[in-house]
């Protein structure tokens, strides 16, 4: 029986579907944020580096769900990495976002070339935690090699490493790391956004096997996505800021895919991932300052 909540390896429960807003232009995004919160859904995740969070604080508020029923997630940006600048991202993203604990913190990128930034930083995040400052910690796109190489040199395991993953790009070994660590896998682009952002690549949403196994639900392409991840123990953070497609994305719950549906999918990984490479994530090129609250 699938639930609605994952339970991380802390005990601190996040819903299983959390709305994201990359790229949703700060005036959309209290809109996106409130009607998400009218839908159902109890988990936004944000970033420092989508220049959003004010307006994730404004459309908490104003979908008048008590901020105690609600899961905040933010990601500190690389531009503020090391430990006394982490700490202070902390103090910028809940400044913005109005609140005074943020539910999920996590490391945006590893810094492959400056990994003892990339430790400075997750020491940080412990003190938060410990501190109570923040509900749990984790990262973001850290492959095997930046995964192994922080357990070995920190304390809390991550509750989460939030990476790219959708039918076309699956990342099997590093999913079962995590499992092997009980880390939970949150999915980015998880309807596969990704695949829709290049004119040339083929997107996940015309993928006749999805199609077929929504015709046979009567469910649209996102829902099968979203249905399969959930059955995978995967977490979810779909973006939209149309309230139709919002709604159409938390409508989950009322179907069950086959174990042979679930495998039809698992055989359509490509290894080609939309994104970029972590290991080419440098200050370089991608820092960027965050402003001040
Ligand atoms: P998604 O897989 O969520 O897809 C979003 C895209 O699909 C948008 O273009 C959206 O358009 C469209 N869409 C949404 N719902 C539907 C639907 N039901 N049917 C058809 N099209 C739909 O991709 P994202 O890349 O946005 O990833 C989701 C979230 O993951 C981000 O918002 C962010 O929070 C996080 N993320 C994290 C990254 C990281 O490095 N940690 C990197 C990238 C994303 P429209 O808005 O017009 O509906």
Do not use: C
């Not at 005074?100 to 003892?116: N, R």
Request: aromatic residues 8%; hydrophobic residues 40%; glycine residues 8%.
């Amino acid at each position: 029986m699938t639930t609605s909540t994952i339970t991380l390896n802390n005990g601190v429960e996040i819903p299983a579907i959390g709305l994201g807003v990359f790229q949703t232009p700060p005036e959309e995004t209290v809109a996106a944020v409130a009607t998400a919160l009218r839908t159902g859904y109890r988990h936004i995740d944000t970033a420092a580096a989508y220049g959003n969070e004010k307006e994730v604080g404004q459309g908490i508020r104003e979908s008048g769900v008590p901020r105690e029923d609600i899961f905040i997630e933010s990601k500190v940006w690389i531009s503020d990495y090391g430990y006394d600048e982490t700490l202070h991202a902390f103090e910028k993203s809940a400044a913005k976002l109005g609140v005074e604990q943020i539910d999920l913190f996590i490391l945006h990128q590893a810094l492959p070339s400056a990994f003892d930034k990339t430790i400075a930083a997750y020491k940080a995040l412990e003190q938060l935690l410990a501190d109570g400052k923040v509900r749990a910690i984790g990262v973001s796109n850290f492959m095997p090699e930046h995964l192994t190489q922080l357990l070995e040199q920190t304390d809390v395991v991550p509750a989460v490493n939030q990476i790219e993953l959708h039918p076309y790009f699956q990342q099997k070994e590093l999913v079962a790391l995590h499992r092997k660590h009980g880390i939970t896998t949150q999915a980015w682009s998880p309807i596969g956004g990704i695949t829709s952002y290049r004119e040339s690549a083929k997107r996940s949403f015309d993928e006749p096997v999805i199609l077929t196994i929504g015709e046979k639900h009567g469910k649209s392409a996102a829902q099968v996505m979203l249905r399969w991840h959930i059955q995978n123990g995967v977490q979810v953070i779909p973006k939209s800021t149309k309230a139709h497609r919002i709604a159409e994305n938390f409508d989950v719950f009322d179907f069950e895919l086959t174990p042979d549906e679930v495998a039809q999918i698992d055989a359509l990984d490509t290894g080609v991932r939309g994104g970029p490479e972590p290991d080419v994530i440098t200050l370089e090129n991608f820092g960027k300052p965050i402003p001040e609250a």
